[in-house]
């Protein structure tokens, strides 16, 4: 069953002569657990197609299924609930809150939900992402790759089926690099999750299930990485 | 771009909205300041002028000095005008009372004497006289009149003028008669007093003007007074409660430029820290530390060019609207004020103030953006909140994520809190000290009270009594707003449980009876008004300790009489003397007691000067006493000062309000950034106007405490330094002032959030996040 369905998504921005097509009738589907890694020139739509996925914008035309639902069918305050119970978010500048230490991050989307963090389960992450040492640690307080993990424990914590990274590892270094996409690995093969994610990175391309190339606007699916 | 600084109108035409923030920011500071002081300059030039219009424009007095040295006063530079004024013993005309006054023409002209028709006496046998006396008298100018002396000499005058209306004389029923200095000298040694009054020029220490010409004539200190209040006004008086107003204006005005400043201050510092990444790119692509520091300071350059002319404006119109508003309010008795005046003193007060803050406040965040690591700014490993580093996690524990949030933004950077929060407490300082105003002008000058009669008709003395007749007349005439009498029985010796005292009695009728149901303090009118009971004023200080129910034994001509104390009141319009008792009855209770039927005093109220109609009813046995200038210059001179307490009042209010307002905009503005990221994590919008409203309750609640002690505190030093100091009068806690201003900043605040929440929640979180 695919977990993810997208249907002839088109975004267009401004109107007239000036008008610029960032995606062109983008249709695809992942299925479940999947590893799909999307590449492409920088403007190629990539981002866009992202935050498509994401609902952190909306579409001109088309629609996405997540799970089965049509998720900009949903209002604003449905959508957001449902974006922080089934979608993680890794962003390339990691967007950790200042204010909440390593621990309060990961937690975050349980904490907006009111609810009380599972303490075995944050304990586990934090172990996996080998970040039980820094738990009371600030943003500002770790390196760059470190400040990666918790973006990446933040985008667990509330078992998502679906994971969005984009770029995940663009400021980071190769050695760094390496071990967030293995630990994204692991993540999503322990927890059945399926994971999109941006990449300019061919050697971390190559490790996905699926490779979809975006070029100006269009996509195209290169199946498994064919290099 | 020509240089490196072309980079500052380009980064201000991208980013229009949170310049405007910033522009907005110190135009209100700028408006804030150029209006209160504007509006105290205004406000002081009309008492001056108030004052000079009813006391004359003099600055000092010297008696008994000769002629040569008057003459050698005179030529002095710094003199503008001087001349001597003298004053003869009363006397009476046609059984009238008649002031005697003479001087010179310059100087007489200066202490507001106006002479309406013919002319200035010339000769000792010439006089002026009042334009009344003229009417009542049948005088025409031209006439001679014989005037008696107290010391048996009777002059002849020619009368050549008439001179304008004083109050002073038509309160008193008397008239004045205005002669040369000739005129008064020719009066003899024992029978007048002269005295030299001068006024200096504009720019003189007029202090040290005078110690120098007592120094130079070997004058005593006796021989020289000065004119306080003028001078007060003008800033130069060394009155010891004159210091006190000008310790009062001084921490007036610091609080004033503090407000100022906490608001430019703020808004630039959360406008520059909020850019650090911005600056860590300037330094990342070859700013040296210097050019990032020159980049911000030619910022706040360019800031306060565009937002001092707009504050300047919006300051003047601010202070023409707070004078248009009450002016309409009280359009009848307000003194002539053009309305349109400008303020150059406010103005440069803005001007000044404005634009040194700017640069101050732009030093300390230039610096800390020259500090920013290129490295950090490029990597995006640095703190996306505008406040600067945070050095503790929020507390999840205590509060919900979002509240707990909201207040980590708001704690955690403490120079924020106290930039944001202080110039939430100063509002409600500001606010809470000038409120000490409207308590000193009910003190300094007495508003009317509403038993203050226009015209008043009285024996010419206690043992001519007026018929109840005469009251019926007065009724009859048009302009009538309200007649009220009183009947008076003075010396009545008398017994109660506080010992043995004397008593007067005093009828009231149903008008004066109303007015007294407000000072009431307990017991109740009714049994006075329709029953047989009597009202009595609470002593002060606890001396007599009136009950409701108390005995009061009078002896009366016509026999002993016991009356019972039927209320107690905080206040009536006589004054006790010798601690008599003042007891007030009804018309029927005094018949009862007395046996007396007649009136002292029947007091009008008109709408319109009836004086020479009610004239023709009274002989010549009584006196009417025409109050209408006096009143009217009472009302213009509390109006003249109420305009400006409440204009001030006014100004504060608005300038908090809108102060609150942009705090909140220009600090949720900063942060829409880190608001995004949240949004794209999973957090609601319901939930982020929860961790703004949090953010802004944190601001407004420590200030309004902040505020309110050190508000009560000030307020409290204020009122003892300017009030209990010259009336004797205690100070309270103003708590019902604070109470509806704290509750006015908090509404606000909370108000304040709609807008910047809705904005959240309408922003693309794309964008933002992408921003990184």
Known sequence: MNLLEVNGICKTYGSGETAVKALKDVSFSVPKGEFVAVVGESGSGKSTLLNMIGALDTPTSGNVLIDGSEVFRMNDEKLTIFRRRNIGFIFQAYNLIPELSVEQNIAFPVLLDYKKPDKAYVEEILTVLALQERRWHLPRQLSGGQQQRVAIGRALITRPMLILADEPTGNLDSQNSNEVISLLKTASKRYQQTIIMITHNRSIASTADRVLQVSDGVLTDLGGYAE | ?????????????????????????????????????????????????????????????????????AEEIRSRNDVKTAGWIGMAEDTSYQGKELFIQGGEQDMAGQMTLVVTDGAYPASEQEALLDRLALAQFGISIGDTIDITFSNGQVRQYTITGTFNDFSGLKGFDA???????????????????????????????????????????????NQVSVNTMLLGLMGQSDDSSMVQLYITAGILFILVTMAGTFMIASSFNMSVLERTQFFGLLRCLGATKKQVRRYVRLEGLRYSLKAIPIGLLAGCALMWAALLFLNILNSQYLPEMPLLQISWHGIAAGVVIGFLVVMLASRSPAKKAAKVSPQAAVTGNISHTNNGQINQASNTKLFRVDTAMGFNHAFSNKKSLILIAGSFALSIILFVCF???????????????????????????????????????????????????????????????????????ISYDEPQFEWTEKMLISGDIDNVQNGDGILIEHGYGGESDWHVGDMITLRLPGGTHEVTVAGILSDTPFNAENDEWILICSETTFTALTGRTEYNIIDLQVDEDISEQVRSFITPQMRLLDKQQGNREARTAYYGMAVFVYGFLLVIALVALINILNTVNASVSNRMGNYGVMRAVGMSGRQLK?????????????????????????????????????????????LAVLAVTIIAALVTTFASVLSPTRKIEEMSIVNVVNAG
Request: proline share 3%.
């Open chain 2, 690 to 734: 929860r961790m703004v409203t949090a953010e802004a309750a944190a601001y407004a609640i420590t200030g309004s405490i902040v505020g309110g002690v050190l508000g009560l505190l000030l307020h409290r030093f204020i009122f003892e330094s300017i009030i209990t100091s010259n009336w004797g009068a205690l100070w309270q806690p103003p």
């Open chain 2, 1 to 69: 771009m020509n240089s490196y600084l072309g980079l500052v109108s380009e980064y201000q035409k991208a980013h229009k909205e949170k310049n405007r923030l910033t522009v907005i920011c110190i135009a209100i500071s700028v408006m804030l300041v150029t209006a209160i002081f504007g509006m105290a300059d205004l406000s002081i030039e009309a008492q001056i002028s108030a004052h000079i219009r009813q006391k004359g424009n003099y600055h000092a007095i010297i008696s008994g000095i000769s002629d040569s040295i």
């Open chain 2, 175 to 221: 008239h004045g008669l205005f002669l040369s200095v000739e005129g008064i000298r020719a009066l003899g040694t024992g029978m007048y007093q002269e005295y030299f009054y001068m006024q200096f020029k504009s720019g003189v220490n007029i202090n040290r003007a005078l110690s120098e010409i007592k120094a130079e004539h070997g004058l005593e200190e």
């Open chain 2, 435 to 505: 409120t000490v105003l409207i308590d000193f002008m009910g003190y300094g000058l007495k508003p009317l009270k509403p038993y203050a009669p226009d015209i008043t008709i009285v024996g010419a003395d206690n043992t001519i009594l007026l018929d109840r007749s005469l009251m019926e007349e007065v009724k009859t005439l048009p302009h009538i707003k309200k007649v009220y009498a009183r009947m008076f029985f003075y010396d009545i010796p008398a017994n109660s449980k506080q010992g043995d005292g004397n008593a007067v009695l």
